[in-house]
């Protein structure tokens, strides 16, 4: 069944009979073998996950670190996803005005019984290198790889050196990590090189490699 | 002591009023335990797993009043499974066999089912008090039978419970013999009930103070009910929504001038501005008002309501209140004791609704605010700094600015020292939950100054385990440690593993703990359970063994004389 998948509120599309199986994607973008695409040292991750707002069109404009303190980023946007996050019980969040409760992320947690109508989350599991418990990110609350990196920043603090004002201390240490999805096919790719459209549709499962 | 007949002493022991002090002196000689034992009537259980029921009934055989509270309080948040445990079932058995004579409830993230609510309204004949706080699993089928049952029932209050709707016939249990209702609450029910047995009951119940009404119920039946029951102290309305010209609107104002007694009011669930002027007539009595559910009531009418009372010492309000209505606040509600400021945009796409100004405002203007729950865009640490001169006498002071690790957005600083300025101010604070960008430094604050502190809440703060261990060797009242997001790992949480046992709980998630250190920690000290949730699903390919240096996602220590639980699920580990 083909899928229809948008970047409108989540309210507006039901994803019945998820199937990433489905190979019919269009797009053109060279796929690498594993070895191949994981050789590479990222070029200069002054923001190891951050790639420029357009996604990968293919064409990999060079990070600024003026990136780190854009307001996108700082934005409470890229927070949808956060579990348990702001702190707020959960009738509190049904009866909050507009649309919290259709951007609310308990559809990634274990046990959720939230009748909500009709909204279909797009949960995927991340692992990160050397952390046994894995995570779950709902990708139909991002709109874009800034919003799922930041989202993956909160996830794993690790990642920077303390997570409280990662994005305020440009000169703090940074490891480097390089975020790998699964695809439809089995194959493990770099996030980011393709358009964030396609690799919503494809992507199975996240793992942070370090 | 030990001449006087046990008697007098019991007389003795009637006086003091805490549970702290009977359990002080039970400890004193075997006379005065077994005096105490026998005429203690009520128990406190903070944490279901610390002790079996089957003690705490056996001890105390002639409890009247017990309360337990179960999951962890980040269960609010969705951090701990639904099926993590906490039933209430082995409680209400153990009473049902040991304490006959039980006459109050009270249980706190807690699942419930309907059996147990069934057993306990068979099992206790004297039964008249239920308070069911944040509890899941049961459903309206639960409630019949407390219906049915508890001829004498006084109280029934359910506050923010996930239960299952299965039809209203519930209401229609309570026989027509009861008379003796002086609190109901069922706001948090989803489903309709049966108006008019809503209205007999209230009306065969003279003694009736406080009703909420939940959000089926229309403003038609909240008219009739205000009419048989003017003398309610305590109201929530259901859906307040009516046209304000029609003749049902005038009755409704009618009706509320008549109550003469109301001093509180909560619901207002789809209230519209045009609605709000029927409240008008008793605002000037009133000490507590909850409009948190009304997000379409804003600014200038809120502004306009808020005017109208003086005497509030209870304000719950959403963010859209502003910065000027908090100010409105400041100059009328000079009673004020317990503010809370829900956000109405949860994720805050929207305007920035309150912001440090609001709170600076309300400090300064309502001298007797000793509780706080904000939610805000921003803080700096000047508006913190003047707020702990402003309020010294905070006892609760929870400040969640929603963008995780925010710095003071003026000095681009941490809020190290405006936190830091509340813990030296407030010496007499026990509750503190802090948000924004925190360094070490607010840990070493709190360690030195906050010496009441009981219950700290921490998320996406610190640099390093020094931070931990600042709290944990500084507070030296800290019952409740709960941490998520922050850096702190084995070094920090071994550092001191006795500071366990004089706290209820630790809870860590998402931090740097590693399985090694919770397994060094639970083999040092045999009397915590030291539970790991994992929510690994099967399908991983697994780590079925995962190696002591990984890191665990959630964590939840406590202390306990129970031994480790035996009804845990699969993905609870106590090491």
Known sequence: MELELGLALPNNHLMKGLDLNDGSTTNSYRKRGFEEAFEEVIPKATLPLFVHKNGGDGDDENDSPQLKNSPELNSISGNRALVGWPPVKHPRRRSAGGGAEERWSEHCGSNSDDGGGGRRAKCVKVKMEGVAIGRKVDLSLHDSYEELFHTLNQMFPNMQHGFAGFAHHPHHHRRRFMVTYEDGEGDWLLVGDMPWEDFIRSVKRLKILS | ?575
């Open chain 2, 1 to 575: 002591m030990t001449y006087f007949p046990e008697e007098v002493v019991e007389r003795i022991f009637d006086f003091l009023a805490t549970h702290r002090d009977r359990n002080a002196v039970s400890t004193v000689c075997k006379t005065w335990y077994r005096v105490e034992r026998l005429s203690r009537r009520s128990v406190f259980v903070g944490n279901c797993y610390a002790v079996r029921p089957e003690r705490v009934v056996a001890r105390y055989p002639r409890l009247r009043s017990l309360t337990v509270k179960g999951k962890p309080h980040f269960a609010d948040f969705n951090l701990v499974p639904h099926d993590w445990g906490g039933f209430a079932l082995p409680w209400i058995e153990a009473a049902a066999r040991g304490c006959p004579g039980l006459e109050e409830l009270r249980l706190k993230r807690m699942i419930v089912f309907d059996e147990s609510l069934e057993l306990l309204a068979r099992s206790f004949p004297n039964f008249k008090v239920l308070v069911l706080i944040s509890c899941e699993g049961f459903s309206t089928d639960g409630l019949a039978a407390i219906a049915t049952y508890c001829r004498v029932l006084r109280e029934l209050d359910l506050q923010e419970n996930e239960m299952e709707d299965r039809g209203p016939q519930w209401l229609s249990c309570f026989p027509d013999s009861c008379t003796s209702l002086v609190s109901l609450n069922f706001a948090c029910l989803k489903g309709e009930v049966n108006a008019v047995s809503l209205e007999r009951l209230v009306a065969r119940c003279p003694n009736l103070r406080t009703l909420r009404l939940n959000r089926a119920v229309s403003v038609d039946t909240l008219s009739k009910i205000l009419a048989r029951a003017p003398h309610l102290v305590d109201l929530g309305t259901g859906s307040f929504t009516i046209d304000h010209r029609a003749e049902a609107y005038h009755k409704l104002i009618n009706n509320f001038i008549k109550c003469k007694s109301l001093r509180s009011l909560s619901g207002f669930w789809d209230a519209t501005p045009r609605c709000l002027p029927a409240v008008y007539p008793i605002c000037g009595n009133l000490t507590g008002l909850n409009l948190s559910y009304a997000p379409a009531i804003q600014g200038a009418d809120l502004i306009k309501l808020i005017r109208q009372c003086s005497k509030l010492q209870r304000l719950w309000v959403l963010d859209c209140i502003g910065d000027k209505g908090l100010a409105v606040v400041a100059n009328t509600c000079k009673e004020l004791q317990e503010l809370r400021v829900f956000p109405s945009d949860v994720y805050g796409e929207g305007i920035a609704a309150v912001t440090e100004e609001g709170l600076v405002a309300v400090s300064s203007g309502c001298p007797k605010l000793i509780s706080l729950l904000y939610f805000c865009h921003q803080m700096t640490n000047a508006a913190l700094i003047t707020v702990a001169k402003n309020c010294p006498q905070f006892t609760r002071f929870r400040l969640c600015i929603l963008d995780p690790g925010k710095p003071d957005p003026v000095t681009n600083q941490p809020l190290d020292e405006g936190f830091g300025a509340i813990v030296q101010s407030c010496k007499d604070l026990r509750r503190l939950s802090l948000s924004g960008h925190l360094t070490d430094q607010v840990f070493l604050y709190i360690g030195m100054y906050a010496e009441r502190l009981e219950m700290l809440s921490i998320a996406f703060a610190g640099d390093s385990d020094k931070g931990m261990v600042y709290v944990l060797n500084g507070c030296k009242n800290l019952r409740k440690l709960e941490i998520r997001d922050s850096p702190f790992g084995d070094a920090a949480l071994l550092e001191d593993v006795g500071k366990y046992e004089t706290m209820r709980s630790l809870w860590m998630s998402s931090c740097d703990v590693t399985l090694g250190g919770c397994k060094t920690l639970a083999a040092k000290m045999p009397r915590l359970n030291v539970e790991v949730i994992n929510e690994m699903d099967e399908s991983d390919e697994l780590e079925e063994n995962p190696s002591d240096l990984h890191r665990v996602e959630k964590m939840y220590v406590y202390r306990t004389v129970a031994g480790p639980r035996n009804d845990a699920p699969d993905f609870v580990w106590t090491l």
